[in-house]
C-alpha cells in the first residue's frame, strides 16, 4: 500500500535533486537520479504498510538534494553550469544575412554571443581571403584572365578549396579541445598562434602554412592535410592554366589568298553576361560555406550544454 | 573551529577505501554499503554514497553490473577492480603508517 501522497512526495523530491545537480553533465546527472530513485523504491520495499511520515524519513536519512549534490561537485569535479549558447533572432538573422547581404551578416556575427572570438574571426575572413588570393593569381596569370573561363576556374578551385582548408583545420582544433587533449603547449597563451594560422591559411597560404606546423594544437596528419590542401588548389590552378596554354585561347584562322599573303584573324572570348552570373553565384557560395560552418559550430556549442536544464 | 573542516575531509577521503574495503571478496549494492556504514558514522546523509560510487566507477576502482533480485526490480552490484584492490592496499599502508606517526606525536605532546 503506497502513502498517501507518496508519488508527490518522491517525484519532488527528485526532481529537487535535479535541480540541484544542474552543473553535472547530463549523464552523470541522470545516473545519480536513477540511483536516488532506486533507492527509494528499495527503501519502501521494506515497509509493511507505509505512511507519509515513513517516506519523509526515508527521504530525511537520503539528506538534503542540496548537500548531495555540493557532494557530487566535489566528488566528481564538476564546473559550474556555462551560460547557455543562445539562439535567437540575431543568430538566425545573422546566418541568413550572411548569405543574403554578407557586410550585414558579419555585423550580426559580431553582435552575437553565441560565437567564440575565434569563429567570428574566421567567418569574417574566410571571404575576403578568397577573394584577395583571387585577385593575387589574377595579376600573376596575366593574359589568361582574359578567358572567361580561367577566371571561372580559379574561383572555383582556389577559394573554395582553401576555405575548406581552414573550415577543416578549424573544426579539428574544436574537436581536440572539445576532447580536452590540448596539448600543454596548446595554453591559452598560444591560442593566438592557432588563431593566425587558421586566418592567415587562406589569406597568405606560406606564412599560415608555417604557423600551423609552429602550432602544437594539430597533430602530423592534421597539418600535412592542412599544408597539402591549398597546394592542391594551385596544383588544379596550375593543370588549367597549362592546358590552356596548350589549347590556345580563343581561335585563330589562318588563311592564305590566292596572292600568297597570309592573313590571320583571331577572335578571343569576351565573358558573356551569364559568366557575370555564374561568377556572383560562386561569389554567394563562399559566404554559405561560412555560414554553415557558423551553424555547425552553433550547434556543436549547444549539444555540448547540459540537455533541459531546469 | 578549523579543525571541523579537516575532519570532515578525512571522513571524506576515507570513506572511498571504506567503501572499498567493503567490497573486498563481495559484490554488494548500494543499499548494503549504506547498512555496512550505517554503524561508523561516516556516512551523514545516504545520498552520498551514490556521488561516491559514480566517482569510484569513474575512476575505474569499481565496475558494476545488474543483477536479478527475488523482491523487485534488478539491483546494481559493485565490484572491486584490479585496481581497486591496488588502490586499497596502497591506502592500508599509507593509512596505518600515518596514524602511527600522529598517534606517536599526539601521545608525546601529553594530555591537555
Known amino acids: 500500500m503506497s502513502a498517501p501522497h507518496a508519488d508527490q512526495i518522491v517525484s519532488g523530491y527528485l526532481a529537487r535533486l535535479e535541480q540541484a545537480l544542474a552543473a553535472l553533465p547530463p549523464a552523470r546527472r541522470a545516473e545519480l537520479v536513477d540511483d536516488v530513485r532506486s533507492h ?32 557530487a561537485r566535489e566528488r566528481l569535479g564538476a564546473q559550474p553550469a556555462p551560460p547557455p549558447v543562445p539562439l535567437g533572432m540575431l543568430e538566425i538573422a545573422a546566418i541568413v544575412a550572411l548569405v543574403l547581404v554578407w557586410p550585414a551578416g558579419i555585423a550580426l556575427v559580431w553582435l552575437s554571443s553565441a560565437w567564440s572570438r575565434r569563429d ?43 576555405s575548406i582548408g581552414a573550415i577543416y583545420l578549424a573544426v579539428r582544433l574544436y574537436q581536440a579541445r572539445r576532447a580536452g587533449q590540448a596539448t600543454p603547449d596548446a595554453g591559452s597563451g598560444s591560442r593566438l ?58 581561335s585563330c584562322t589562318t588563311s592564305s589568298d590566292t596572292f600568297g599573303n597570309v592573313s590571320s584573324s583571331c577572335t578571343t572570348y569576351g565573358p558573356p553576361r551569364w559568366v557575370l552570373l555564374a561568377v556572383t553565384l560562386i561569389l554567394l557560395v563562399l559566404p554559405l560555406c561560412s555560414a554553415t560552418y557558423l551553424a555547425v559550430r552553433l550547434r556543436g556549442a549547444r549539444l555540448l550544454q547540459p540537455a533541459a536544464a531546469s | 573551529m578549523p579543525a571541523d573542516g579537516l ?106
Open chain 2, 7 to 112: 575532519v570532515t575531509q578525512m571522513r571524506k577521503g576515507a570513506l572511498e577505501y571504506c567503501v572499498l574495503a567493503l567490497l573486498v571478496g563481495r559484490s554488494r549494492y548500494a543499499f548494503e554499503l549504506i547498512e555496512g556504514l550505517a554503524s561508523t558514522g561516516m556516512l551523514t546523509s545516504e545520498g552520498t554514497i551514490y556521488p561516491l560510487l559514480s566517482r569510484l566507477r569513474r575512476d575505474g576502482l569499481v565496475d558494476t553490473e545488474w543483477r536479478e533480485s527475488s523482491d523487485g526490480p534488478p539491483r546494481r552490484y559493485y565490484r572491486l577492480t584490479a585496481d581497486g584492490k591496488r588502490a586499497l592496499r596502497v591506502f592500508r599502508d599509507e593509512w596505518a603508517g600515518f596514524r602511527t606517526t600522529v598517534d606517536a606525536v599526539l601521545e608525546k605532546g601529553g594530555t591537555l
Open chain 1, 40 to 71: 527509494i523504491a528499495e527503501a519502501r520495499r521494506g515497509l509493511a504498510e507505509e505512511t507519509d511520515a515513513d517516506l519523509l524519513n526515508i527521504l530525511d536519512k537520503l539528506g538534503d538534494p542540496a548537500d548531495i549534490a555540493a557532494d
Open chain 1, 120 to 162: 567570428k574571426l574566421i567567418a569574417t575572413v574566410v571571404v575576403p581571403g578568397g577573394v584577395l588570393v583571387l585577385a593575387i593569381l589574377s595579376a600573376v596569370g596575366g593574359g589568361y584572365w582574359s578567358h572567361w573561363y580561367v577566371f571561372f576556374l580559379l574561383l572555383l578551385f582556389t577559394p573554395v578549396v582553401w
Open chain 1, 193 to 250: 598562434l592557432e588563431i593566425a594560422a587558421v586566418v592567415l591559411t587562406p589569406l597568405l597560404w606560406p606564412i599560415g602554412v608555417i604557423l600551423l606546423w609552429t602550432s602544437t594544437a594539430w597533430d602530423t596528419r592534421d597539418k600535412v592535410i592542412g599544408t597539402l590542401v591549398p597546394p592542391g588548389g594551385y596544383f588544379g590552378v596550375a593543370v588549367i592554366l597549362a592546358s590552356l596554354r596548350m589549347a590556345s585561347g580563343g
